[in-house]
């Protein structure tokens, strides 16, 4: 069974940084591409970020509200996916998922419970 | 970047069958994707690819894309289906994930 497990969020004052974790299992994390998308409280989904599989480079991709901000890295040895979250603003504010595709496989077919993330100070 | 317009609302009787557009300019040359949000949980996977369905999911839904605009149907709608739909594309020529804005679907 495919299980996404988030980490990490909390409460965080403007300007300072936050890492979430997203611990995987039941598939070969290194096969597939792992995305991130939030959801600001009684708003839409926004995609914020993707990371390839090393067979496509390991690139990363980035919204352009979060880019230079934000920085999705992989462990594939641990199957953990990472969002460094730098200079954090309060429209940050949001559930943030973890999910499982895009690249080779252009669609979301995983999704983790997700982390909440309160930028205020 | 490419945008996705979806109608805020949508209203169906039980029983009846609900149609949920998701428009974008030429949608018909991409490949569309519909999530489907209960209160309190996370989205989940109902259509890729325009009109696959992944396991799990009923033959309720299903999935249509041609011209501007992109359709998920769901025949013979239960109140377990009310929630938030969001449609989702990859845009090629930015490298970007794109969702529409979603659609409550309300069954009265």
């Known amino acids: 069974e495919v299980q996404l497990v988030e980490s990490g969020g909390g409460l965080v004052q403007p300007g300072r940084s936050l890492r979430l974790s997203c611990t995987a299992s039941g598939f070969t994390f290194g096969d597939y591409a792992m995305s991130w998308v939030r959801q600001a409280p009684g708003k839409g989904l926004e995609w914020v970020g993707f990371i390839r599989s090393k067979a496509y480079g390991g690139t990363t991709e980035y919204a352009a509200s979060v880019k230079g901000r934000f920085t999705i890295s992989r462990d594939d040895s641990k199957s953990i996916a990472y969002l460094q979250m730098n200079s954090l603003k309060t429209e940050d504010t949001a559930v943030y998922y973890c999910?499982?595709?895009?690249?080779?496989?252009?669609?979301?077919?995983?999704w983790g419970q997700g982390t909440l993330v309160t930028v205020s100070s | 970047s490419y945008v996705l317009t979806q109608p805020p609302s949508v209203s169906v009787a039980p029983g009846k069958t609900a149609r949920i557009t998701c428009g974008g300019n030429n949608i018909g040359s991409k490949s569309v994707h519909w999530y489907q949000q209960k209160p309190g949980q996370a989205p989940v996977l109902v259509i890729y690819y325009d009109s696959d369905r992944p396991s799990g999911i009923p033959e309720r839904f299903s999935g249509s894309n041609s011209g501007n605009t992109a359709t998920l149907t769901i025949s013979r709608v239960e109140a377990g289906d009310e929630a938030d739909y969001y449609c989702q594309v990859w845009d090629s020529s930015s490298d970007h994930a794109v969702f529409g804005g979603g659609t409550q679907l309300t069954v009265l």
């Open positions: 999910t499982r595709g895009l690249g080779e496989y252009p669609y979301l077919d995983y």
